[in-house]
């Protein structure tokens, strides 16, 4: 089985910083791609940042300039380094990875970690 594990979420106030992190773990699990969407109350779950096995790296345009992606290949690991947060920024936030797992080479897209809560608020 594959499994997504989100952490780092909390409480902040308008103008601080949160590292999130994203450890995939599974059987024979190959990544290629990796990313973070959030998921506000009553909204849609939007794409925020993601990095390609290459490192290069994309943005939605609400994000740009304050938050950074980042991985370590060889934890399987992806962080969201966010500064300057935003009350707007208040989401469950949810790590997914591209690739493949196990004997026969299942994809990895059906995956989604638990999520981990980032509250903005003064």
């Known amino acids: 089985q594959v499994q997504l594990v989100e952490s780092g979420g909390g409480l902040v106030q308008p103008g601080g910083s949160l590292r999130l992190s994203c450890v995939a773990s599974?059987?024979?699990?190959?990544?290629?791609?990796m990313a973070w969407y959030r998921q506000a109350p009553g909204e849609q779950r939007e794409l925020v940042a993601s990095v390609t096995s290459g490192g290069s790296t994309a943005y939605a345009d609400s994000v740009k300039g304050r938050f950074t992606i980042s991985r370590d290949n060889a934890k399987n690991t992806v962080y969201l380094e966010m500064n300057n947060l935003k009350p707007e920024d208040t989401a469950t936030y949810y790590c997914?990875?591209?690739?493949?797992?196990?004997?026969?080479?299942?994809?990895?897209?059906?995956?989604w970690g638990q999520g981990t809560q980032v509250t903005v608020s003064s």
């Open positions: 599974g059987s024979r699990i190959r990544i290629n791609a």
């Open positions: 997914k990875v591209d690739g493949r797992w196990g004997t026969f080479g299942l994809s990895l897209s059906a995956f």
